[in-house]
């Protein structure tokens, strides 16, 4: 699991809502208590879905039906039908994808939308996350030559390098194999982190200074 602290998150939502905090009854739910609740969830829930997403990917990935996914079938998996899928993001059928046709949005880079105080976003991450995320351009990143658009090799090459990285991410032992156990607990940090991001994109586009 990533770092979790709950001092520092008590400390860190008292200080940026203390205002808010002195309006409410004694009764109410602390501040400290809202995000501690948010980034915690549903700890039973959050295992079942990390064990059916696991699931899911070993049906969808392991060819050979041995239960355990390999490098070679991740990464065939991952790329499957890029020509096909090349031709549905295509919209204008010019032969090359524009950003817009790639879909790239701040919500689906986990990027906060311009409502958020980043720089409240950022402390919130760095309190209980204990960094600042990295937020790649991937459409910059796939668009090798630098010209706006990017064509079905360098679409075709991105696909198979991010599966490759995605691959080794999971990879906990590093033995070139997947079980799913190794994915359950790797979806269930990336569920916990994509729960961190939300409590601290909440946090910071709540407040008002």
Do not use: W
């Not at 079938?73 to 524009?98: K, N, P, Q, Y």
């Not at 105080?117 to 760095?126: F, G, P, Q, T, V």
């Not at 064509?151 to 990285?165: G, I």
């Not at 607990?185 to 991001?197: A, F, I, P």
């Amino acid at each position: 699991m990533y770092p979790f602290n709950k001092k520092l998150i008590s400390g860190f939502a008292l200080t940026l809502v203390a205002a808010q905090v002195m309006a409410q009854d004694s009764g109410s739910v602390s501040a400290s208590d809202a995000i501690a609740s948010r980034i915690n969830g549903d700890q039973q829930m959050e295992l079942r879905l990390a064990q059916e997403s696991a699931a899911i990917l070993v049906l969808r990935s392991d060819s050979d039906s041995d239960g355990i996914i390999s490098q070679s079938e991740f990464v065939a998996a991952e790329t499957d039908s890029i020509s096909e899928r090349f031709g549905i993001r295509d919209v204008d059928l010019d032969g090359r994808l524009s950003a817009e046709e790639t879909g790239r949005d701040g919500e689906r880079h986990r990027r906060p939308g311009l409502d958020v105080n980043i720089k409240l976003y950022r402390l919130c991450m760095a309190e209980v996350y204990g960094q600042t995320p990295e937020h790649d351009d991937r459409f910059r990143l796939a668009d090798t030559d630098g010209d706006g658009f990017l064509s079905q090799l360098e679409f075709s090459t991105y696909l198979q390098e991010r599966a490759f990285v995605q691959f080794m991410r999971l990879d906990l032992n590093d033995d070139g194999l997947l079980t799913h156990g190794e994915l359950v607990g790797r979806m269930q940090e990336r569920r916990h982190y994509d729960r961190l991001v939300r409590a601290c994109r909440e946090l910071a586009s709540d407040l008002v200074f």
